[in-house]
């Protein structure tokens, strides 16, 4: 398995450009709550970390993860934020739902950062039960908001390089 035995969010001896020029809105779903506000506080101290400031980060919840799409589509199209970062956490249930879910928001917030030219982050665990959400969601495989902070920071960088 791809993650066994790993820490997805060690980047230790990478280089992580300084998220101080950039601002970003952080997007995180209501469902599950115990796991995605521990993938929100990553997220959020990843940024800070790397040189964000407080003033230019901004929160926002939702219901649930399935209107994580919407809500992004929103936060571009009324703030001016460099890049946004969607966390949700999608357990698998009994029924065919999560993987509606989770197709919507993995094509959905593509489609969002295709139409603004903007990093929209798919921060969304997508697990089987609980145990694994909270393994990566400051447990032993890492955790995925610290995971899509980083990801945000050099997209962001990126788009700045090219002038969009
Ligand atoms: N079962 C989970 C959901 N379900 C709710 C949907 O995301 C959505 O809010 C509803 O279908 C109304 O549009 N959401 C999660 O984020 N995680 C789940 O495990
Ligand atoms: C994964 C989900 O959507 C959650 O509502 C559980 O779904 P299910 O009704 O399939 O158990």
């Known amino acids: ?16 450009p300084s998220a101080a020029p950039f601002s ?7 469902w599950n709550t115990e796991v995605t506000l521990a993938l929100y506080n990553g ?3 990843a940024l800070v970390d ?13 219901p649930g993860s399935f209107e994580l799409t919407a809500a992004a589509d929103m936060v571009l199209k009324a703030t001016a ?3 946004v970062i969607c966390l949700g956490c999608v357990i698998q249930g009994e ?10 928001v993995a ?3 593509s489609n969002v950062a295709i139409k603004y030219s903007k990093p929209v982050i798919f921060g969304v665990l997508t697990p089987d ?18 995971e899509a902070a980083v990801t945000a920071i050099k997209m962001t960088a990126l788009a700045k390089t090219l002038g969009i």
């Open 1 to 16: 398995m791809a993650t066994q035995l790993k820490n997805l969010s060690d980047f230790s001896g990478t280089t992580i």
């Open 24 to 30: 970003f809105a952080i997007i995180a779903a209501e």
């Open 43 to 45: 997220a959020y101290q």
């Open 50 to 62: 790397n040189g964000a400031l407080p003033e230019n980060i901004q929160a926002h919840w939702v």
């Open 81 to 83: 934020v460099d890049a």
């Open 95 to 104: 029924t065919r739902h999560f993987d509606f879910i989770c197709d919507a």
């Open 107 to 109: 094509n959905g917030l």
């Open 129 to 146: 039960n609980q145990q694994q959400a909270v393994d990566r969601a400051g447990g032993k495989h890492g955790n995925k908001g610290i």
